[in-house]
């Protein structure tokens, strides 16, 4: 990891350096599994505790910036729920997901300049948007699932 007063403001992202870092300084266990090309996984999943770096290497030939936001998006949401456990314990899980998942989306959408995050989902493809305040469009992206054996969801960006 960087050691503090080491990063250069002008490389790279400061909402990654500062998700990194407290995750780093976190007391609690982020437990991530790497697969590659996890036919079952989509990026990442929450309760298998896993992502799927052959997604990530597929997405950052598109957009290296979808790559950064979709790996901040998986640390938050992480973090938000050890917050979420520890200050409401009764929570079900799959509450506890969802409200960290919409904390991780907010923290996502300012690598953009955006505050949240619309997700429109088809068959094969995925549509992200993000929006600021007065809902205007920072960014969007158009994500494909091509399925090359049938088995193997493969996520391309859409130029
Ligand atoms: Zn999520």
Redesign the pocket.
């Given at each position: 990891m960087v050691a503090e007063g080491k990063r250069d403001p002008k490389v790279g992202s400061s909402v990654a350096a500062d998700v990194m870092t407290r995750a780093v300084e976190s007391k609690d266990t982020i437990k991530i599994n790497l697969v590659n090309n996890d036919p079952y996984v989509d990026f990442d999943s929450?309760f298998k505790e896993r992502v799927d770096v052959g997604d990530l290497d597929s997405v950052a030939q598109g957009s290296p910036e979808l790559r950064a936001a979709i790996v901040v998006?998986v640390i938050e949401?992480n973090i938000q729920a050890n917050t979420i456990k520890r200050e409401q314990p009764g929570l079900d899980p799959m509450a506890r997901f969802n409200l960290a998942?919409d904390r991780?989306?907010s923290t996502e959408a300012t690598m953009f300049g955006a505050v949240s995050r619309q997700e429109f989902t088809g068959k094969n493809s995925i549509f992200l948007r993000f929006v600021d305040g007065q809902q205007n469009v920072k960014k969007e992206f158009t994500v494909n699932f091509e399925t090359p054996d049938a088995l193997t969801r493969t996520p391309r960006v859409v130029p």
């Open positions: 929450y998006h949401e998942h991780a989306s």
